[in-house]
């Protein structure tokens, strides 16, 4: 399986996500700078965290007039599946590929830790791996960890089924009905606030992220070597 990491101006995250793709997943994984975004040839698009073009307007405001982005929506539009990933999942927002919007933390301060989240739909493509109402921990760092959404667009993630993840402890930093992860409708788009591939390894301080990764390569598996 091939995963294109795109890397905007700010991205910090990013070789963190290529040692989890290539080197615990045991897959491939490419760098794929966002002025040369060509993502046809890829079987799924990770967007990892970091403060994409300084984060100068709100996070991901800018990176959304990128030359990626054109590539970006007709990857999506494919079903394949695209993962944002802190300022990734800030991204999607400002792309309406997902729900929501963020605002700062609660309080007004950059925050980082680990959060102990619960993993709430585990039919999608993200997490298949991981149990019903499992509990995990995630480290998180960020400034704007806020997500918001109206009661209305709640109503129907519920509805939906899209709401992934939710925070278990108190740093959910403010966030509707603590959500920690959604997905879009259609279910090939996951937007996650928390670092999960700042948990693939015990040398690190946990593996709780390494199924989110197992479960893309499993339904790619189910969906491709199957049929070979």
């Known amino acids: 399986m091939k995963f294109a990491i795109l890397v905007f101006p700010g991205s910090s995250c990013d070789v ?57 929506m007709s990857f999506v539009e494919s079903k394949k599946p695209v993962l944002g990933v802190g300022n990734g999942f800030q991204i999607l927002t400002e792309l309406h590929l997902l729900p929501g919007a963020f605002l700062q933390n609660k309080e007004l301060l950059f925050k980082s830790g680990s959060a102990k989240l619960s993993v709430e739909n585990v039919e999608s493509i993200f997490t298949s791996e991981y149990e019903e109402a499992q509990e995990i921990t995630i480290p998180f760092a960020q400034a704007y960890g806020n997500y918001y959404v109206d009661e209305k667009t ?5 509805e939906n089924g899209q709401i992934a993840f939710t925070y278990k402890d108190e740093n959910d930093n403010g966030s509707t009905e603590k959500i920690a992860g959604v997905l879009n409708e259609q279910g090939n788009v996951l937007g996650i606030l928390p670092l999960p591939e700042r948990a693939i390894e015990e040398i690190i301080g946990g593996t709780d992220g390494l199924p989110l990764f197992k479960s893309i390569l499993k339904r790619w598996n189910e969906n491709n070597v199957s049929q070979s």
């Not at 491939?28 to 975004?37: I, P, R």
């Not at 709640?154 to 519920?158: E, Y």
């Open 16 to 72: 963190d996500m290529h040692h989890a793709i290539n080197e615990v997943l045991g897959e491939k994984a490419e760098y794929v700078w966002h002025t040369e975004a060509a993502l046809e040839e890829f079987d799924a698009v990770i967007i990892p965290s970091g403060s994409s073009y300084g984060d100068y307007l709100r996070p991901g405001a800018l990176a959304k007039g990128s030359p990626a982005v054109e590539s970006l």
């Open 154 to 158: 709640l109503s129907q993630l519920n």
